[in-house]
């Protein structure tokens, strides 16, 4: 039978769900002020919980377009609020599914990020301003590595590897 594991606001925006090992990742965004949440379940309801919730000064850049890869989900988080200053959870997040493993990789009012490619033992993307950005999954590991505008079609991923070298149109 189909059985709920949660009850979340009425009304809530929730993300694909996206595997990361033996679990299930998603986001859970509501509609008005309220908190928003990452979520990990094993597809049981004691096994249904909350990862990292966020106050309702921050929201999900495209939630229903979160960057999952086999070892987690990256999420970008908005400050709704910068009259106020911008808040330190502002930035790029990666999620294992744990508490532990739920880092901030970069600091940032708006930290859209996109088309993670794995190259080696690291990601590249498509950040802040369109630049080209690289992670290990660190925060320390996090860095923009060219001020080139990277070309995108947003439903395109611009990146080729070819050897050791990375390939994409400026």
């Known amino acids: 039978g189909t059985l709920p594991l949660v009850s979340v606001t009425e ?6 769900p996206a595997l990361v090992g033996d679990a299930v990742v998603f986001v859970s965004y509501p509609r008005r ?4 949440s990452i979520w990990t379940t094993d597809g049981t309801e004691s096994g249904t919980k909350i990862v990292r919730s966020f ?8 939630p229903s377009d979160l960057s999952a890869i086999a070892s987690g989900l990256f999420v970008s988080v908005v400050d709704l609020n910068t009259s106020d200053g911008i808040s ?21 009012a ?6 993670f490619t794995k190259i080696g ?9 369109g630049h080209l950005w690289r992670t290990d999954l660190t925060a ?8 080139v505008e990277v070309s995108r079609i947003w439903s395109i991923n611009p990146f080729a590897e070819v050897g050791n070298k990375l390939l994409f149109a400026a």
């Not at 002020?33 to 928003?36: A, E, I, K, N, Y």
């Not at 106050?55 to 495209?62: D, K, L, M, Q, Y």
């Open 11 to 16: 009304g809530a925006i929730m993300s694909p």
């Open 88 to 108: 330190s959870d502002a930035g790029l997040w990666f999620t294992d599914g744990t508490s532990e493993g739920t880092v901030q990789l970069v600091a940032d």
């Open 140 to 147: 320390a590991g996090t860095q923009q590595v060219s001020p």
């Open 55 to 62: 106050g309702a000064e921050h929201g999900v850049v495209n």
């Open 121 to 129: 033992q690291s990601f590249v993307f498509v950040g802040q301003g």
């Open 33 to 36: 002020s309220d908190v928003w």
């Open 110 to 115: 708006f930290a859209e990020a996109a088309a």
